[in-house]
């Protein structure tokens, strides 16, 4: 299984990005996707995850400004991460786990958020 992020750049405070993340290869049945972040010098945390046929969870820092959605076709997730601050600065990687073969990671992806 292999996962494509892409969607990261530069934004200022109070604006926008969107990440896409597909999934390609031997998927037998998807039962999370999601994004993991981790800014400089700090762990790996939850952003948001979705299960199959379920709603999103998210970290309490980003609920009512982030929506994490599926297209379970595409094996794609999308997180819309609007008024973005700058504690919002991480590397962001897609997160998924297959019911057959176990988890997998993105390559991650860029997000800076300048003040």
């Known amino acids: 299984v292999q996962l494509q992020a892409s969607g990261g750049g530069l934004v200022q405070a109070g604006g926008s990005l969107t990440l896409s993340c597909a999934a390609s290869?031997?998927?037998?049945?998807?039962?999370?996707m999601g994004w993991y972040r981790q800014a400089p010098g700090k762990q790996r945390e939850l952003v948001a995850l979705?299960?199959?046929?379920?709603?999103?969870n998210y970290v309490d820092s980003v609920k009512g400004r982030f929506t994490l959605s599926r297209d379970n076709y595409k094996n794609a997730v999308y997180l819309q991460m609007n008024s973005l601050k700058p504690e919002d600065t991480a590397v962001y990687y897609c997160?998924?786990?297959?019911?057959?073969?176990?988890?997998?990671w993105g390559q991650g992806t860029q997000v800076t958020v300048s003040s």
């Open positions: 997160y998924l786990a297959e019911q057959m073969s176990g988890v997998y």
């Open positions: 290869g031997s998927i037998f049945n998807i039962n999370v």
């Open positions: 979705i299960e199959s046929g379920g709603s999103a």
